[in-house]
């Protein structure tokens, strides 16, 4: 048995991440096998409502990609960027045909290792924070190994955005991607 290298640590941790912002929000957070692994898809968070300001759906699912890096997103207008690597993964992200909504959640963590995470008696603190994009819509891509995505600087992924995407799916509306 050999340990985790920093890319499965960033991994864990992001899974660590998404479970704990899922469960304060009420929801639930399971997370895939290998073949939807294949297909995209690492977790699926489902809500159960009733939503406040929610439409008539009492239940909504979503599939998540998720990823984690150490990389310092650049600002630009307000929008993150993120380059995804795997032009399949983008495609698969943006595809117009699926029944359940798709969303990229990206951690952004410090480069320093030792910055990560801190435990005490009185608190635990994971520092920095994940965003959400949905990428449905987005247009295709011409690159052959990632392409840059932007992401939202006010899509946080955290309780209340999450609470809000389960509204929003409620009522039947669709996440687009947003072109900065």
Known sequence: ?????LKDIESEISYAYLHAVTSHAGAGCSYTNRATD?????????GWGPFPGGGNIEEVDIKVQLKATVGIPRLKNGFLSYELHG?????????EDLATPRILVVLFLPSDLKEWLSVSESELILKKCAYWVSLK??????NMS???????QQQIFDVDNLKNIF??????????????
């Open 167 to 180: 509204t929003r799916l409620s009522r039947n509306e669709t996440l687009i991607y947003q072109q900065p």
């Open 146 to 152: 990632s392409q840059t995505v932007y992401i939202p």
């Open 38 to 46: 294949g297909n995209g898809i690492d977790a699926v968070i489902t």
């Open 87 to 95: 032009i399949s993964r983008y495609d698969d992200l943006r595809r």
């Open 1 to 5: 048995m050999r340990a985790l290298s």
């Open 137 to 142: 819509g987005a247009r295709s891509s011409a």
